[in-house]
């Protein structure tokens, strides 16, 4: 496989890719694979200036989830076999709140997704409070 990466050496910006040449790429219907393996498959994808998800597909509908991944957790795209690599965990991904369309544009949504995803990962999830 081979794997195009950019190492960020900026602060944080959840919502923008960190390699500029993903912005003409399609990226739907690629895998997504987490640092401890595969977690589903894009369904849409934008390259909005500092604004720019994805949004994904966790798994068959009766256990799975579609959630919304801001741009700067991807760490790299095979563009020959589909598939987007991602800088967190399965299991960070599967606890992260469920997408919700309404709250697409909201600021306050993407702020605490941003802070749950975190620069290294780190980031919390309150099921009961929403974030």
Request: proline content about 3%; cysteine-free; charged content about 30%.
């Amino acid at each position: 496989m081979t794997y195009r990466s950019t190492a960020t050496t900026t602060r944080w910006q959840p919502w923008t890719f960190r390699d500029e040449s993903w912005h003409s790429a399609d990226l739907t219907d690629f895998k997504v694979e987490a640092r401890d393996g595969e977690i589903g498959k894009i369904d849409s994808a934008t390259y909005e200036l500092d604004g720019s998800y994805l949004i994904v597909d966790t798994g068959p509908w009766i256990f799975g989830k579609k959630v919304m991944l801001p741009a700067g957790v991807v760490n790299a795209v095979d563009m020959e076999n589909r598939v987007v690599l991602v800088d967190r965990s399965k299991e960070q991904i599967k606890n992260a709140p469920e997408f919700d369309h309404a709250m697409l544009n909201d600021m306050k949504y993407r702020e605490r997704l941003g802070t749950y995803y975190g620069e290294e990962g780190q980031g919390w999830y309150d099921r009961d409070r929403g974030f």
